[in-house]
């Protein structure tokens, strides 16, 4: 069966620090990767997504960027953080449509 | 914006049905409504999707309207750990979907 890991689960950090969350996929090949952040009381917002290595969407232009060196490995990344970059972030996996999200990481910038 | 519309809180007790509406009156031909749910602090969990016909699965069924401008996620028998936010989205099949989660529904399953 597919299992989705996130890590961190927590991290604080604080402003203008670089940023490295990391997602990988077990159980599968080929999957389409995403990147959401969820703010505090909001919905989900999605950052990237990917259909392959190299290959990189970005939906929403911010301080953020995304990388996928290998088939089942997603990383988020930012060279100088902002308070604004808070929030619940969230990996996804998905071969067809039904995405299937990890548990999370949960960044707190101060 | 979710494109789609669900009361911010229900109350159901434990043991009985669970029903959850949205309404998606815009929904387009090929768009599918998928249900997902999160407790607290957890990724959200995929329930069941469907297109125009009921679905059933070992979590809910889904109740779609025969328009599709409405759907009904049925909890048939509700547990504690059944409480959490059921979110109701619209995602076109074939799409690398940008699910667009909006404020849910904050189901509360009491004793």
């Known amino acids: 069966s ?15 620090s670089p940023l490295s969350l990391e997602c990988t996929v077990e159980g599968t090949s080929n999957p389409n990767l995403y990147w959401y952040r969820q703010a505090a009381g909001r919905g989900l917002q999605l950052l990237f997504y990917s259909v392959g ?7 929403v232009p911010q301080n953020l960027s995304a990388s ?9 990344s930012s060279k100088k953080l902002l308070l604004s970059d808070s929030g619940f972030y969230l990996c996804a996996w998905s071969l067809a449509d039904t995405q299937y ?5 949960r960044l707190t910038v101060l | 914006d979710a494109k789609t519309t669900q009361p911010p809180s229900m109350d159901c007790a434990e043991g009985r049905a669970a029903n959850l509406p949205c309404n998606h009156s815009t929904i387009s031909g090929n768009e599918y409504v ?9 990724g959200p969990q995929y329930i069941i999707h469907g297109l125009k016909n009921n679905e059933t699965n070992e979590m809910a069924s889904l109740i779609i309207t025969e328009d599709r401008k409405s759907s009904t996620l049925i909890l ?9 936010v059921y979110y109701c989205n619209r995602l076109r099949g074939g799409s690398q979907g940008n699910l667009i989660f909006g404020k849910g529904t904050k189901l509360s399953v009491k004793p």
């Open chain 1, 2 to 16: 597919q299992t989705i890991h996130q890590w961190p689960a927590t991290l604080v950090q604080p402003v203008g």
């Open chain 1, 53 to 59: 290595i190299g290959q990189i969407s970005s939906e």
């Open chain 1, 68 to 76: 996928r060196p290998q088939d089942r490995q997603f990383i988020l």
């Open chain 1, 101 to 105: 999200f990890g548990p999370g990481t």
């Open chain 2, 34 to 42: 998928y249900w997902y749910r999160q407790i607290h602090s957890q």
């Open chain 2, 76 to 84: 048939p028998h509700a547990t504690l750990r059944d409480t959490a």
